[in-house]
């Protein structure tokens, strides 16, 4: 479960809403990657490789949806760390700008380990405080 959440945080903190909603659409509400294609404008080869790169995660597509669908409110919940400011993006947790959209993720992993885990320690808690408060907590 951790490393599904933390994929989905890293691209929630990235800014990437597209890869949120790519694993929102197929996982839970069960659209299917083409008609996600043609949604996000995103090429078809691009929403089978984020579903494929997800499922990897936990390597069960079921497993994937049920834990989706769980922290998904949860991982909207949090603020993005990166802005786009005039064709440029800024990283609010260290004022570092960016041109290029592909070195966000990196500049997180790299700069920002710490605050990832803690976001993701976050999301964590609140999906397990949310699963006994529902009676569906089973213990994993
Ligand atoms: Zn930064």
């Known amino acids: 479960m951790t490393a599904l959440v933390r994929f989905l945080v890293i691209k929630r903190?990235?800014?990437?809403?597209?890869?949120?909603?790519?694993?929102k659409e197929y996982f839970?509400?069960?659209?299917?990657?083409?008609?996600?294609?043609?949604k996000y404008k995103i090429s078809k080869?691009?929403?089978r490789g984020y579903i494929q790169r997800i499922t990897e995660k936990t390597r069960?597509?079921?497993?994937a949806s049920l834990i989706i669908k769980q922290v998904f409110p949860l991982v909207l919940e949090i603020e993005p760390a990166?802005?786009?400011?005039?064709?440029?993006?800024?990283?609010l947790l260290c004022d570092q700008?960016?041109?290029?959209?592909?070195?966000?993720?990196?500049?997180?992993?790299?700069?920002?380990?710490?605050?990832?885990?803690k976001t993701v320690k976050d999301v964590l808690e609140s999906a397990k405080e949310l699963s006994f408060a529902l009676g569906?907590?089973?213990?994993?």
């Open 45 to 47: 080869f691009r929403v």
């Open 97 to 117: 700008s960016f041109h290029n959209e592909v070195t966000i993720e990196n500049h997180l992993r790299r700069k920002h380990e710490e605050y990832i885990n």
């Open 13 to 23: 903190l990235s800014g990437n809403s597209s890869t949120l909603m790519v694993a």
């Open 60 to 63: 069960n597509s079921y497993l």
């Open 82 to 91: 990166v802005i786009k400011v005039n064709e440029k993006y800024v990283c």
């Open 136 to 140: 569906t907590h089973k213990g994993s």
């Open 28 to 38: 839970v509400d069960g659209v299917s990657p083409s008609s996600i294609s043609y």
